[in-house]
Nanobody, 119 residues
């Protein structure tokens, strides 16, 4: 079992920065891939960035060069550094931990943190 708690959201002006944090519990956290998704009102949930247990990362084209995902397995933390924020980045950002093992799928979500980019 993994529990996830996001923090770090808030109101920021266009061009500003925020760092989101995802705190995890569970002894096997390092074996999970962790993803950041976002969901804006009236839009589908979008995968923003992901990182494997070994630290290989990917990100959506819409945030490449602006957002960076990282993790610290010792602290059971995953971060999303968001720079050069735009109004279209406004959404609830959710942390997701996922892995497949022994024929089973393990998929956990946090409650989300609101990011609002507005002047």
């Amino acid at each position: 079992q993994v529990q996830l708690v996001e923090s770090g959201g808030g109101l920021v002006q266009p061009g500003g920065s925020l760092r989101l944090s995802c705190a995890a519990s569970g002894s096997t956290f390092s074996t999970y891939d962790v993803n950041w998704y976002r969901q804006a009102p009236g839009k589908q949930r979008e995968l923003v960035a992901g990182i494997t247990g070994r630290g290989m990362s990917t990100s959506a084209d819409s945030v490449k060069g602006r957002f960076t995902i990282s993790r610290d397995n010792a602290k059971k933390m995953v971060y999303l550094q968001m720079n050069s924020l735009k109004p279209e980045d406004t959404a609830v950002y959710l942390c997701n931990a996922f892995r497949r093992a022994g024929g089973a799928t393990y998929d956990y979500w946090g409650q989300g943190t609101q990011v609002t980019v507005s002047s």
